[in-house]
């Protein structure tokens, strides 16, 4: 059972982290927040991949997060 995620840099995510309770948890928000990109990211982590990277609709540099050196 997958209890914690941490994202730093992942797509739209520059720093979050999520804890799952036991039983059903739903990602809830408005479009763009970022709730299709956790779930691609509990699908990279699990499985090296996920839908969008396997259609090549997404490179994984797309993926990451740049930031512009300071």
Same mark, same amino acid.
């Given at each position: 059972?997958?209890?914690?995620?941490a994202? @730093?840099?992942?797509?739209?995510?520059?720093? %979050?982290?999520?804890? =799952?309770?036991?039983?059903? *948890?739903?990602?809830?928000?408005?479009?763009?927040?970022? @709730?299709?990109?956790?779930?691609?990211?509990? %699908?990279?982590?699990? =499985?090296?991949?996920?839908? *969008?990277?396997?259609?090549k609709?997404?490179?994984?540099?797309?993926?990451?997060?740049?930031?512009?050196?300071v």
């Amino acid at each position: 059972m997958i209890t914690r995620l941490a994202l @730093k840099n992942w797509r739209s995510h520059e720093d %979050s982290e999520f804890e =799952f309770a036991k039983g059903t *948890n739903v990602l809830v928000g408005p479009m763009g927040s970022g @709730k299709s990109s956790t779930m691609d990211a509990i %699908s990279f982590a699990l =499985f090296g991949t996920f839908p *969008n990277l396997q259609s090549k609709k997404l490179k994984l540099d797309d993926i990451i997060m740049s930031k512009p050196a300071v």
